[in-house]
């Protein structure tokens, strides 16, 4: 039996596309958990360092929420334009993180799962799309991913994925709209009462 498992593993098609599924289910259980609840309540008191930190966590699908959540609580103690250009460094971070991730590791998987599983067939389709279509449409849904308070991943995940576009140019990209769409949150926290 040991062996068997074994080989499985070493033979395994999508190990990369397992983890991050793995990686969704252990953050669903963390987010569940309530010591963990009280670890986000404990960055209240850190104001800039708290602000950078929820940015971290602001672009990935199950820390988002309480990342807005803290946006929210702190918005009315921190000045808004120094949290926003904090936040949205933290938030770049994180995005250069699965920008590189899903280049590098995922690509390859993506195209292959692609390619053979029927689940998968429109994103098959559009990867027959032409390139420039595909990278207007790519662009569009990521920027409207990325600035808005939805998770990041899937916005980079579409970039990297399906445009040519460079670390630097990505970068910009991240930081302005992670910072203008941090900044709508900012501006509600300070002028909005929240009970």
């Known amino acids: 039996m040991y062996r068997r498992t074994l080989e499985f ?67 009315s103690e921190v000045n808004i334009y120094a949290a926003t250009v904090v936040a949205a460094t933290g938030a770049l971070l994180a995005d250069m993180f699965i920008f590189e991730f899903v280049k590098l590791a995922l690509l390859s998987e993506i195209n292959h799962l692609a390619g053979r599983q029927p689940l998968f067939w429109i994103l098959a389709q559009f990867k027959r799309l032409p390139y420039s279509l595909r990278k207007q449409l790519s662009i569009l849904v990521a920027c409207i991913f990325i600035a808005s308070p939805l998770p990041d991943e899937i916005g980079v995940a579409l970039l990297a994925a399906f445009t040519r576009i460079h670390e630097k140019a990505f970068a910009l990209l991240s930081f302005f709209l992670n910072a203008a769409g941090l900044f709508v949150i900012f501006y509600i926290a300070q002028h909005i009462p929240i009970a």
Do not use: C, W
């Open 9 to 75: 593993i070493r033979n395994y098609e999508y190990p990369r596309l397992t983890a991050v599924a793995l990686s969704f289910i252990l953050a669903y259980i963390m987010f569940k958990n309530q010591h963990f609840h009280i670890l986000v309540r404990s960055l209240h008191g850190l104001n800039y360092p708290g602000v950078f930190i929820a940015g971290l966590l602001s672009v990935f699908s199950f820390t988002a929420p309480i990342a807005v959540a803290f946006f929210l609580l702190a918005g």
